[in-house]
C-alpha cells in the first residue's frame, strides 16, 4: 500500500469514526469516553497506538469532537481533527 494510500484510508477512517460517535453519542446522551473513542477507532481500521495518540492530541476535546454531530463540528475543530490525523499518521 502506497503512503498516500494509507494516509487517506487512514484520514476516512477517523472521520467514519467521528460521525459513528455523533450517531452513539445523540443516542447514548453524552460524549464518549477516551478508551471508547479509542475502541472504536481501533475497529475502524487504526491502530491502538495510533487511536490512542489521537486522543491523546486532541486531549480534553476529544470526547466532545467525537460526541459531536457533523454540522457541530467549527473550522477550528476540523483543523484540530486534521492535525491529529496527520500527527498520528505515522506511529
Known amino acids: ?3 498516500f494510500t494509507f494516509k487517506r484510508r487512514a484520514i476516512l477512517l477517523s472521520f467514519g469514526a467521528i460521525s459513528l460517535f455523533g450517531l452513539v453519542a445523540a443516542a447514548c446522551g453524552g460524549d464518549p469516553s477516551n478508551d ?6 481501533v475497529d475502524e481500521g487504526l491502530s491502538e497506538d495510533q487511536a490512542t495518540c489521537m486522543v491523546d ?3 480534553d476535546d476529544a470526547g466532545r469532537l467525537f460526541g459531536a454531530d457533523e454540522d457541530e ?3 477550528e ?3 484540530k481533527l486534521f492535525g491529529a490525523v496527520f500527527s498520528c499518521i505515522e506511529v
Open 57 to 59: 492530541e486532541l486531549g
Open 77 to 79: 475543530d476540523a483543523e
Open 73 to 75: 463540528i467549527s473550522d
Open 36 to 41: 471508547e473513542i479509542v475502541d472504536r477507532l
Open 1 to 3: 500500500m502506497s503512503v
